[in-house]
């Protein structure tokens, strides 16, 4: 066989094997992100799982999208889980969360990418009219959801948005959160993780972040879920570079939807958002670290921490010709310094431990964000480095949830939705 044969039969196979993953995870409508550790809906899991079934079954794609909106709050917020069906094999499940919503939800939501990848969707679509029938009915509750974070998460207009817990993020141990998260209060009740029970715990968070994380859930509940109420008396608030920067960008995708769709009002508004973001998010430069870093909104500290999530200001669209030249040698160092890019933590950052979820460990949908923010600015030969050290890596070890950034190995959960749904984006974008 000539090495492009192989090539193409071994790129056919992490196809028909992405596949079967996400119709093995289909629990009849929406996507579990992996059968046992996390046998629910999850957010923003959602949105690149859709991306993933658009690849070989259009309706299915705009079906897991239709699903997630049926934990949508009547406030507009998206949560970041919604329980469709029973199951145990999670914790905290929705007696914890305590929500009073059909189907139970949690609380908090996650980074909004719903309205990029429904624009991407809408890209892609053969089945023009399907795909226009289910924008049109998506449109309504994306800008809802979009007023709810800037109405609920920044009541004084600064152009950020605060998220009140780490799970919001969606990087959940990120060290950027150990400093904000070590100052709230640990619940001291006694409570049974599942996750370390299905995962090596070295590959998982620890447990003193896992009584602050269900400390601030048990908060949420005892204050009745009242957003101002929250934004005043959560001992975590802080402004999450990367969440604000998935905003920004899916704020711009979400203008042009409704300018499509003949909602110029819906555009003004959300051009106007965008306008009041774009500044704060360059504010977040580091100049000591030479990227983009989050805020404790609390003590008003920067959180100077080497996370991948700075490079999210090129998917943003943050066009700063300044910062853009220095993140890109950034990246570049930052690729070298590990043979299956990109790890999360910088692999030389104090806090980097290459096995432990999301601070080291390389996360393949996080991957083609970056990825797809370098394709925009004309960096091919980086976006190419991303696609191909992921392919590499699923390839190599398996459709794992994440993976050692240098030994390739793959961790956490197996057979996993998004990486999948990744790997079917990729193998039909153009080379
Ligand atoms: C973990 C991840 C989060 C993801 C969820 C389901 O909590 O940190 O980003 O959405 O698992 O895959």
Not at 174 to 197: E, G
Not at 392 to 406: I, K, S, V
Request: charged share 20%.
């Amino acid at each position: 066989m000539t090495n492009q044969t192989s090539d193409s039969s071994s790129l056919a196979a992490l196809r028909a094997r992405s596949q079967q993953v996400l119709r093995d995870n289909d629990r009849g409508g929406y996507t579990v992100p992996s059968a046992k550790l996390y046998p629910f809906q999850w957010n923003w899991d959602a949105g690149v799982t859709a991306l993933g079934w658009m690849s070989f079954d259009e309706p299915r794609a705009w079906q897991e999208l239709r699903m997630l909106f049926r934990g949508q709050w009547d406030n507009g917020l998206v949560p970041h889980i919604v329980f469709h069906q029973h199951a145990d094999s999670y914790f905290p499940g929705p007696d914890q969360w305590g929500v009073p919503h059909t189907p139970p939800t949690s609380s908090i939501s996650q980074p909004p990418l719903l309205a990029t990848m429904v624009r991407l969707m809408l890209e892609r679509a053969a089945d023009r009219a399907g795909a226009e029938a289910a924008a049109r009915e998506l449109l309504p509750k994306l800008v809802a959801s979009h007023r709810w974070w800037y109405r609920e998460r920044d009541p004084a207009q600064s152009g950020l948005v605060a998220s009140f817990h780490p799970w919001e993020s969606g990087v959940d141990n990120s060290p950027a959160w150990d400093a904000p998260l070590a100052v709230v209060p640990p619940a001291t009740r006694t409570y049974q993780r599942r996750d370390t029970q299905l995962v090596n715990a070295a590959q998982r968070p620890h447990k003193a972040e896992y009584d602050r994380f269900l400390a601030l859930v048990d908060l949420f509940r005892e204050l009745d879920f009242d957003g101002a109420k929250i934004y005043a008396q959560s001992p975590y608030r802080v402004a999450d570079f990367g969440l604000n920067a998935i905003l920004q960008r899916a704020t711009l995708d979400l203008a042009a939807l409704c300018r499509q769709y003949g909602q110029a009002e819906g555009a003004a508004e959300l051009d106007a958002h965008a306008a009041r973001a774009r500044p704060a998010l360059l504010g977040c430069w580091s100049e000591s670290l030479q990227q983009y870093v989050s805020r404790d909104l609390i003590t008003g500290q920067p959180l100077e921490r080497r996370v991948h999530s700075g490079f999210l200001a090129w998917y943003a669209r943050l066009d700063d010709p300044r910062h853009d030249a220095l993140l890109r040698s950034s990246l570049a160092g930052w690729l070298e310094r590990a043979p299956f890019g990109l790890a999360s933590t910088h692999p030389d950052a104090p806090q980097f431990e290459p096995q432990r979820y999301w601070r080291g460990p390389v996360w393949p949908h996080f991957n083609w964000l970056i990825a797809e923010g370098c394709a925009h600015y004309g960096m091919a030969d980086l976006h190419d480095r991303l696609r191909d050290d992921t392919q590499r890596l699923l390839q190599g070890a398996g459709l794992y949830e994440y993976f050692n950034p240098h030994t390739g190995e793959g961790y956490g959960g197996d057979n996993f939705s998004w990486t999948a749904a990744i790997a079917l984006h990729w193998l039909d974008s153009p080379r």
